[in-house]
């Protein structure tokens, strides 16, 4: 098979160098996918909320099948662009396992509850730096996944590259409550850009955020594929979205000829009961709805990951974002769901407050709250700030389940016993 000119050793490279093993079959990026894949945070997606609690019901997405479902939509969109004009050819091509690679992982670093418990941990952390999913994410991949060495997985630049959605730092974001990445991961972010400063209109926020690598533009539109369409599935089934609640909702609103369209084809499916067919079909227009345009950057020089934008055509993303806003205002906002998001605030934050006192403002108790290898780490850390990431790190790995059964344990006299440790 020859050589994929679209890369070069600069976007294989890692910070560390890499054992290498003799007759390896794999590329870089394939091992990159292939780690990811056999983590136990990968694992853990399984049993974390993507719409509706893991558990509620068989058939709901969670966190894990809807990664797999992006994956899926990413290598797609890849072969999709392969075809399209003189962009690409046979030896120079967007490669799909490292697009495969940065779907799976894109979600690895969020909590449990969604992002109900993003937003509650983000607070709780706000004195001691803050908690964002996508710098959790990159986390897990340089520094905690498998705890060998705090080096994490030892990712390839390109594959770092391609989930970094956001490459502000904490510092640089003013309070913002999202869309950042923690102070000390900026030689993470320098690794990634092969030591380019940014230019100067490149400024923190939304413009730098914007700055993406082509696999990191391709993960970003296959997730809001695959979210904007299944949770509007999700969200039929569970019997939220109905005809009387969507009529009902574009009523309330001016919807133009478009959205009023959009609005008739999903009632339809609903009453032909063809819901799962008809969006998956739309899955397919949404792929199709991606071409490349060459873009010029500066990091162009270094990397084809930086010569092209994807451009994807406005109206698929004028109905993307309509199917959010119709998920957002019937389902998120429903009273059933706003009363499970208080009740995961409720246990994130009582948790996170016992394990504050205990290690990170360090009250003097003895108690073991925490497995035997994580205090030990936490005993080694220099400061608060460094204790508190520890404790954060364990409580963003759980699973919704696992939350459930740790606050009980702690809070509910009637639950629990010696021998009740998972």
Known sequence: MPANRFYSTFDSETLKPRPTHPG???????????????????????????VFLSGEYDFYRTRLTHSIEVAQIGRSICGWLMQQGDALAEDCFIDADLVECACLAHDLGHPPFGHTGERTLHQLMQPYGGFEGNAQTLRLLTQTLFN???DGMNPTRALLDAILKY?????EAGGAPNHYLYDDQEVWLD????GQAFPVELT?????????SIECQIMDWADDTAYSLNDIADGIHAGFITVTSLEHWAEERRLDNAQAEHVTFLCKAIREKRVEARLNRNIGDYIRATKLVPESNFLSAMSKRHQFRLEIDPDMKAQSKLNKRISLDIVFRSPQLQQLDYKADVILTKMFSVLRDRYIEQDGSNLHLLPATVEAEIAKAPDAASRARLVCDWVASMTDAFAFRTYRRLFDANFGSITDFV
């Open 24 to 50: 390896e079959y794999r590329s870089a990026f394939q091992i990159d996918r292939d780690r990811i894949i056999h983590s136990s945070a990968f694992r853990r997606l399984q049993n974390k909320t993507q």
């Open 148 to 150: 060998e060495g705090r």
């Open 167 to 171: 490459k502000t730092l904490h510092i």
């Open 191 to 194: 690794f990634t850009l092969g």
């Open 204 to 212: 923190p926020g939304e413009t730098r955020n914007g700055f993406k």
